[in-house]
């Protein structure tokens, strides 16, 4: 049986996760109508990716006997100055789920619960992964400034990235 401490803020994190997704949607609908298609469809992949995260922690709560309880999702911001503005949005924010993520490492421990703690390994594992990414491309945008043909080529980059739904019970 969870915790009823973990299972609050697992739901919490559902709700977090939940934000996420419409967050990067929020992103994608910016980039299409500022004509970069490729950075939009960079962006619906991260809300699909974030739409999976909440689902394994629902699916976790109700494996462990616990019961889901979904909360608001705030409205996200819907307009940004540039591509560099977003990004840095994305990685600011992806700093901030990775604090919530260790929270809840720390919220399992205090209950001893071992096995939520195994769980969130993988999470832990995941925001290195989504701050290092959300960095690289920062990071090439500030080298590339306001150089139309290396956005152009970026939104190309970008664009290659294949929105997926992992199937259900397996892992990314």
Same mark, same amino acid.
């Given at each position: 049986? +969870?915790?009823?401490?973990?299972?609050? @803020?697992?739901?919490?994190?559902?709700?977090?996760e939940l934000y996420s997704a419409y967050m990067y949607l929020s992103m994608s609908a910016y980039f299409e109508s500022?004509?970069?298609?490729? !950075?939009?469809?960079?962006?619906q992949a991260q809300a699909l990716e974030e739409l999976y995260h909440a689902m394994k922690f629902y699916n976790y709560?109700?494996?462990?006997?616990?019961?889901?309880?979904?909360? @608001?999702?705030?409205?996200?911001?819907?307009?940004?100055?540039?591509?560099?503005?977003? !990004?840095?949005?994305?990685?600011?924010? #992806?700093?901030?789920?990775?604090? +919530?993520?260790?929270? +809840?490492?720390?919220?399992? *421990?205090?209950?001893?619960?071992?096995?939520? #703690?195994? !769980?969130?390994?993988?999470?832990?594992?995941e925001q290195v992964e989504e701050e290092d990414t959300a960095d690289r491309i920062l990071g090439k945008l500030r080298?590339?400034?306001?150089?139309?043909?290396?956005? !152009?080529?970026?939104?190309?980059?970008?664009?290659? *990235?294949?929105?997926?739904?992992?199937? @259900?019970?397996? #892992?990314?």
């Open positions: 049986m +969870l915790n009823k401490n973990v299972e609050k @803020a697992i739901n919490d994190q559902i709700v977090a500022e004509n970069l298609d490729g !950075f939009g469809r960079w962006m709560v109700n494996e462990r006997g616990g019961r889901v309880i979904l909360g @608001a999702v705030e409205q996200p911001e819907s307009s940004w100055d540039s591509p560099i503005a977003v !990004f840095q949005a994305t990685y600011d924010h #992806e700093v901030k789920v990775t604090g +919530l993520i260790h929270n +809840l490492v720390d919220i399992a *421990r205090k209950e001893n619960d071992k096995a939520t #703690e195994s !769980f969130l390994t993988w999470y832990v594992d080298m590339i400034k306001d150089a139309p043909g290396a956005l !152009f080529m970026m939104n190309n980059e970008l664009g290659q *990235r294949v929105p997926s739904w992992p199937v @259900a019970g397996e #892992e990314e």
